[in-house]
């Protein structure tokens, strides 16, 4: 089943030509199903690929899934076009009285800054208080992940000397969890950031369950006990160029940057890296979407209510 985009977006171009099933509003509008409905906001600077690489993931269940992207209103992206936010994203004065069956919030480049001194911290906070009450279950993507810990939990994440960047092995830690169905004992997922947390601080909260963690890149994934947050240090969503991307990038900004760990081959960046992480990454987001939201959400959206 596919997954039901805006018409015209530009992922679909790119989605269709990976033999991706994608559905316009106008066919969906002839199904007689109920979509998921899941909120995505996005605070990557470039919009377009975090769209494609997440709408990729989403897309290969038997779920239809109706996607709306949203965007801060109290911070302004200068690196997407602002026909594009027009079109296919909205802001959450509009869409604060919906209720939605999942959330996905986004990572953003912001490592080293104090979450207090982020230009959207009070509206993303806002947000994220909010879906307690209008989200069934919310999936917070690294700097996210830090940032939904420290804000619901008070949990400090602490700052790296050096960048962590390369692909890692992790051991899943909750093997019967559904969310790990169909995964080997280790897998491998990219990181790419400059803060941690400490596993004795989710130890520390009854209410978390460390459910991955990796030797190297230290805590990976955690959820809480009633399965309604997600928090995911690791980007299992990323494309094969995506870190070869941001080390070219890092290098024409003379940052000098290490070459990201175990990703290209012979540690040598003009050969091409080898996926490892892509199928892990897939399951991850469809046994997300399939047991913890549409197995466990309301049928009909209205009538749920969620704790305070």
Known sequence: MPIKIKDSLPAQAVLENENIFVMTEFRALHQDIRPLKVLMLNLMPNKEVTETQLLRKLSNSPLQVDVEFLQTSSYTPTHVDASHLDVFYTTFDKIK??????????????????????????????????????????????????????????????????????????????????????????????????????????????????????????????????????????????????????????????????????????DDPTKEPVVNWRSAGQLLYTNWLNYYVYQATFYDLEQADWKE
Not at 98 to 123: H, N, Q, R, S
Not at 190 to 209: Q, T
Not at 220 to 225: H, L, M, P, R
Request: charged share 30%.
């Open 97 to 266: 009285d919906k209720k939605y069956d999942g959330m996905i919030i986004t990572g953003a480049p912001l490592d080293y800054v104090k979450f207090e001194d982020v230009a959207y911290w009070e509206e993303v906070t806002k947000i994220m208080d909010w879906a307690e009450r209008h989200v069934h279950c919310t999936l917070y993507l690294c700097w996210a992940c830090f940032a939904g810990l420290y804000h619901h939990y008070g949990l400090e994440r602490f700052d790296r000397e050096e960048k962590l960047s390369g692909v890692y092995a992790h051991k899943v830690l909750k093997p019967t969890s559904p969310l790990f169905r169909g995964f080997d004992d280790i897998f491998y997922a990219p990181h790419s950031r400059a803060m941690g947390i400490a596993p004795e601080k989710i130890a520390s909260v009854p209410e978390l369950e460390l459910m991955a963690y990796s030797d190297e890149a230290g805590v990976a994934i955690v959820k809480t006990t009633d399965s309604r947050k997600f928090f995911i240090a690791c980007h299992a969503e990323y494309d094969r160029d995506t870190l070869s991307q941001e080390y070219y990038r890092d290098l024409s900004k003379g940052m000098n940057p290490k070459i990201p760990v175990n990703y290209f081959p012979d």
